[in-house]
């Protein structure tokens, strides 16, 4: 048990209320799969412990805390509102919260303390969706800024997106250009050292 012991954890309380008949009435967290981070409040005494390098948003968190919500939410959602949450809020924010009886639960306490040892749960996980964010990446911004910089720079590429994304690649492959991953949700590439060898 060093691990848990040593782990840095936030503990909430749930105080969600649902306006049911012209007045707030309180909510049972047990009919919940979900819970807004707005119904909780910091609490050090509270039975909600947010799950370490789970917790991500647009503007904090990184790949590993979104793989490792996922695969955790996947791995135990038999436990969904039976001892442990999903928590959302604004900006992307996500992650877990669980009760402590979820310890009781020898494979999930297993879990925390690797965690505590090695932050990531699923190295596939991580790899694939590094690699999702990556070919989001080449559709929101990349193909767009790169086409752009390719005719100021009176360079030529294939008019067939396929084509065009697969010399992309070739060229990152051969020159070890990486992907950066800033945050959790997107990937950025230094597009001018691509040109260089286009």
């Not at 967290?29 to 412990?49: A, P």
């Not at 996947?74 to 039976?82: H, L, M, N, P, Q």
């Not at 086409?147 to 067939?160: A, F, G, V, W």
Request: net charge negative.
């Amino acid at each position: 048990m060093k691990g848990l012991e040593t782990m840095k954890t936030r503990r909430y309380t749930y105080n969600g209320k649902k306006y049911i008949s012209g007045s707030w009435e309180e909510r049972d967290i047990h009919d919940l799969s979900s819970l807004y981070l707005g119904d909780l409040s910091n609490d050090d005494d509270g039975d909600l412990i947010e799950l370490q390098y789970t917790m991500y948003s647009d503007y904090s968190g990184c790949v590993v805390e979104r793989s490792n919500c996922d695969v955790i939410l996947e791995d135990y959602k038999d436990y969904i509102s039976k001892g442990l949450w999903e928590v959302y809020g604004g900006y992307g924010t996500r992650g877990i919260v669980y009760q402590s009886s979820m310890l009781e639960n020898e494979e999930f306490k297993d879990m925390l303390e690797s965690l505590d040892n090695y932050p990531l749960v699923d190295e596939d996980h991580f790899s694939n969706l590094e690699f999702e964010i990556e070919s989001e990446s080449w559709e929101d911004w990349i193909k767009f800024d790169l086409s752009r910089l390719l005719d100021q720079s009176d360079l030529s590429y294939p008019d067939d997106d396929d084509k065009f994304r697969d010399k992309f690649y070739q060229i990152i492959m051969d020159h070890d250009i990486y992907f950066t991953h800033e945050d959790a949700i997107s990937a950025y590439i230094d597009l001018e050292k691509v040109i260089q060898y286009w």
